[in-house]
């Protein structure tokens, strides 16, 4: 893996896959809460044949040693984001982002604009996750302020079961049902994820709650990819449309029997989906 420094001596970790092409735009892959640069990888190795692919490693993320006291808000990753354009990609970027990493795509955008930027692929996100009386379209459709500070306190309490809570009480039976029997496939989240930063996540998922990007959709002016699953643990298809609606130009697809990780259940049908995506973009 590269390394990049940041203002606040944080190392982002990244790797880069293919050459820059005069024509086509690198593909920057943002991975969602918890996770790491593996979650993309078995997507960046095909797609470097056609394009110059980054990803990374989001800060507090990926198993490295960070700092105890290092920003973890959603603006301060848009910033990371920016000076790894601004270093690894000499053309405009296509950025794809599953669940956090959608919103961290949105926080870049309402910081930094589109001018560095050809496109944007948005997997599985609300841009307001918390929900309200007037907001039905966040997590579980149910999710209130009441619901994020229980959900807060019991990442202190413990933080990788809070994790598979998450996952298991919500809109997906099947996923409710592993964690009851405690699937094999539950096990190894569970050893995985109590093995991770806990407080550096919580203050996270702090800054990741309290945003709304709702407001922002229809001012982006790049073309857009979204995909979304239809049994997705979070969010209904009701959500997938109205940010279609919200959105000036995209393009929507619903993945069948996939969860809030569409990619991961159809890995040729998303690896075709985006290159044929950014092939139409150009630079």
């Known amino acids: 893996m590269e390394t990049l420094q940041t203002p606040d001596n944080t190392a982002l970790r990244f790797v880069s896959l293919g050459d820059e092409l005069e024509h086509y735009p690198t593909l920057v892959f943002l ?20 394009f110059h692919t980054l990803c990374w490693d989001a800060r507090g993320h990926g198993g490295h040693l960070y700092d105890p006291q290092i920003q973890m808000d959603i603006g301060t990753m848009a910033d990371d984001l920016d000076l790894l354009l601004e270093h690894h990609s000499s053309g405009k970027a296509v950025l794809i982002g599953h ?13 930094h604009g589109t001018d560095k930027l050809a496109g944007f692929c948005i997997i599985d996100q609300s841009p307001k996750l ?6 039905r379209l966040g997590i579980y459709g149910d999710f209130n302020q009441q619901y994020n500070q229980g959900f807060l306190q019991r990442l202190d309490e413990d933080f990788a079961e809070a994790v598979l809570e998450l996952v298991a009480n919500g809109l997906n ?8 029997a405690n699937s094999h496939g539950f096990q190894q989240m569970r050893e995985y994820l109590q093995q991770l930063p806990g407080p550096l996540l919580r203050d996270c998922w702090r800054s990741l709650s309290s945003q709304d990007y ?7 002016d790049v073309p857009c990819l979204q995909i979304y699953g239809d049994s997705s643990q979070f969010y209904s298809q009701e959500l997938a449309q109205w940010v279609f609606q919200q959105l000036p130009d995209s393009r929507l697809l619903t993945y069948e029997k996939a969860d809030h990780s569409p990619h991961l259940w159809h890995k040729d049908r998303f690896v075709y989906d985006l290159k044929q995506f950014c092939l139409g973009l150009g630079r």
Not at 99 to 107: Q, R, V
Not at 130 to 135: A, C, K, P, Y
């Open 31 to 50: 991975h969602g809460w918890t996770a790491n640069v593996r979650e993309w990888l078995p997507f960046a190795t095909p797609l470097s044949e056609h």
């Open 99 to 111: 669940s956090m990493g959608a919103l961290t795509g949105w926080e870049y955008i309402r910081r």
């Open 130 to 135: 918390v929900t309200d009386e007037t907001w």
């Open 173 to 180: 039976p099947r996923s409710r049902e592993n964690y009851q």
């Open 214 to 220: 709702r407001d922002l959709l229809p001012s982006i």
